[in-house]
């Protein structure tokens, strides 16, 4: 079997080595020739992971159509932002009865549709045949082979088949059918780890950071409520579980970007620094565009939107927080 998988970037490298192990071919696209060319001649993504040695069955290109159409599952691993670009290229391409897994953790901020909905509809594909990889995983760990426990999810029966073929002793996959809720919840958790970056920035301390993370869960909910998913998958590994690692872990770039904004750098400066992309600042506009169509109060959401966009101050944001109206904690 071969498994290809779209981005050599940090996660999907760190995807490569996992999957290397229990899969004999595995194709790795990218458009970067200098990484191309260190992951086929030294077996190291020494860009985005560098001290990393990765397996030799792991084969990185630049051929897209090589990519599609010689493998029969297909993991795509780029930013949301970029996807609907991507999928015009190979929706000419033998892709009827491939499977596709959306390793992206997105929304995109013009049509409202998650991953999962802009591969099967850009593709014409059926949508059984489309899932989406999510929860705690750091990509530096997976490439150094660190227990990683993931949700994936989509149709049930052949998400038993890809656990299978997938899991192996370091990562494990658990699977469920709420593809909708594990991809906002994989979403919209990068926008309340800019937030606790943003508060441990401004040196708020712990308990800001317990009730940032906890308010925060409870904002996720409400909007995976609205647009279907199930609350018991907030409360998984693609909620609760991803949302704890990406606000307290410092490997997270949401996290550091939310860090050098409360340390008071500007957005442009602070997305220079990371050098990569920061999924919540994209994410965030969805989120202010989803919370006005459907009228949903998500406090936390919107003050990370006009500390971006609007050139709110952190402090002014936080005091904006902490002297809303009174009211019950669930309502």
Same mark, same amino acid.
């Given at each position: ?166 899991? $192996? &002793?370091?990562?494990?996959?658990? +699977?469920?059918?709420?593809?909708? @809720? =594990?991809?906002?919840?994989? %979403? #919209? *958790? ?76 500007? $957005? &442009?400066?602070?997305?220079?620094? +990371?050098?990569?992309?920061?999924? @919540? =600042?994209?994410?965030?506009? %969805? #989120? *202010? ?43």
């Amino acid at each position: 079997m071969s498994i290809s998988i779209i981005g050599a970037g940090s996660w999907g490298t760190a995807l490569a080595q996992a999957f290397s192990k229990k899969v004999d071919n595995i194709l790795l696209y990218g458009r970067d020739k200098k990484v191309i060319n260190d992951i086929n001649k030294t077996h190291q993504n020494k860009k985005y992971l560098p001290n990393i040695k990765l397996n030799k069955n792991i084969k990185a290109t630049e051929n897209i159509k090589e990519t599609i159409e010689n493998s029969e599952i297909i993991i795509i691993a780029i930013p949301t932002q970029t996807i609907k670009e991507f999928l015009e290229k190979i929706k000419n391409f033998n892709v009827k009865n491939k499977i596709f897994i959306s390793a992206s953790k997105g929304i995109d901020i013009d049509t409202l549709e998650l991953v999962s909905e802009m591969i099967y509809k850009g593709l014409s594909i059926d949508e059984e045949n489309v899932f989406a990889l999510s929860g705690p995983s750091f990509a530096k760990e997976v490439a150094q082979g660190l227990p990683t426990a993931i949700t994936l999810a989509g149709e049930i029966c052949k998400a038993k088949e890809l656990q299978n073929i997938l899991s $192996s &002793e370091n990562f494990r996959l658990y +699977i469920s059918e709420d593809i909708k @809720g =594990v991809e906002l919840a994989g %979403a #919209v *958790k990068n926008v309340i780890a800019i937030a606790t970056g943003i508060s441990d920035g401004l040196n708020l301390g712990n308990n800001a950071r317990a009730g940032l993370i906890t308010r925060g869960l409870y904002e996720i909910n409400k909007l995976v409520n609205i647009l279907g998913g199930k609350t018991e998958t907030i409360y998984g590994l693609a909620g609760l579980g991803d949302l704890v690692l990406t606000a307290t872990g410092n490997l997270s770039r949401n996290r550091r970007f939310g860090l050098l904004i409360g340390q008071g750098k500007k $957005s &442009e400066e602070a997305l220079k620094e +990371i050098g990569q992309v920061v999924e @919540g =600042v994209k994410t965030v506009k %969805a #989120v *202010k565009k989803i919370s006005e169509k459907y009228n949903l109060e998500l406090p936390i959401s919107e003050m990370v939107y006009k500390i971006i966009y609007e050139g709110l101050s952190p402090k002014k944001a936080v005091k904006k927080l902490m002297s809303r109206q009174p009211k019950k904690e669930f309502q």
